[in-house]
């Protein structure tokens, strides 16, 4: 019922006389016959909850059609069961089922007589075959309505990410535990790829696991170098639960100690956090966080010597403050409506992220040299202001040296 409600309040945004065409992903290949491991396109899989390759829904006031993949004896016994046409339309709550190489024959049948086409071509071979039925036809661009669906998350939506938000902060407090001088970086991902896999999730992006200078490299994904006594160590992981992400970062010390210079970048970084955060409510405009966060961090900053008081921000903190989440997990939804930022609504989820990065540099004080922080929490717009999803992992100074602690 959760998809059919969607096509239906989709197609209850749409000209009358429409038709929606959305395809899914192919499996991709990664070398020789090994292919990645498939998920599903997000607008299909919101639409269907079909997770499957080579497939398509067709969508009208009338009826809902899936063509997808045939069943195949020989296949399955190598790549697993297909649902198959037979077992579609019970499953999918479809109407009608066809394969997917009578695409040529079914498509142009099903369309004829619409007066709007919504379809948004991908670079994917069923996708050149669905243009070349519409080359004489006008279609119009279905992202602008069902990506403002998808921004505003429902009660099954929430509670998914709740779940995968649940996950991520418990790896993130047993990496915590487990980090040490001398260990690698991607010993410590190693904590993240089991317990994600443990609970039946998996990465909902190539983690980064960044020790030292490696922090100051916003997306540093080698995770190759020994993580060092008396550095810091920036973990940005997050875990996926039936195609909904999590995003998650902490900053901590690996040998369990802040040092004074450490503390001061990080306290900064947690200060600015939780302003922006305190400025996610229903109808506050969304630059908010991002102006609360960067008053702050600029302010500290000039007050630590490390900033001039006319210098550029951009060079100690050059990204934004945070953005929305959900089966991607840089989610889709505008963030501007005729150029002007538009304001936080209930069900939006959205990420806080501020940061700060002090690289090498002669003119700044040596014991700020390659400290990174950043410290990242997922946050739901309600009714009344804002749930943090992330809550239970803890980023206060004392209550991270705590958990460590437990590592001796």
Known sequence: MIHQNRRKELLSQLDDDSIVIVSTNPEQRRNGDVNYPFRPHSDFYYLTGFNEPEALAVITSSSYTILLRPKDKKREIWDGERLGVDNAPEALNADKSYTIDLLKNKLPKLIKGYKSIYFDPKPYSIDDEIIKILANKKYKSLGS????????????????MQKAADISAEAHKIAMQKVRPGMFEYELQSVFDGYFKQHNSEHAYTPIVAGGKNACVLHYIKNNKVLKDNDLVLVDAGCEVDCYASDITRTFP????????????????????????????PGAKINNPHKAA????????????????????????????????????????????????????????????????????????????????????????TEDGNTVLTRSLVKEIKDIESIMQLQK
């Open 254 to 281: 690996i040998n369990g100690k802040f040092s004074k210079a450490q503390k001061q970048i990080y306290q900064l970084v947690l200060d600015a956090q939780i302003a922006a955060i305190n400025n996610i409510r």
């Open 294 to 381: 960067t008053d702050i961090i600029k302010q500290g900053l000039i007050d630590l010597g490390i900033l001039q008081a006319e210098g550029e921000l951009s060079q100690f903190y050059m990204h934004g403050t945070g953005h929305w989440m959900g089966l991607d997990v840089h989610d889709v939804g505008k963030y501007k409506d005729n150029d002007k930022h538009r304001e936080f609504t209930p069900g939006m989820i959205t990420t806080v992220e501020p940061g700060i990065y002090i690289r090498s540099d002669d003119k700044i004080d040596p014991i700020y040299h390659n400290i990174g922080v950043r410290i990242e929490d997922d946050v739901l717009v």
């Open 145 to 160: 309505i069902l990506h403002e669906m998808r921004l505003i998350k429902d009660s099954d939506e929430i509670s998914i």
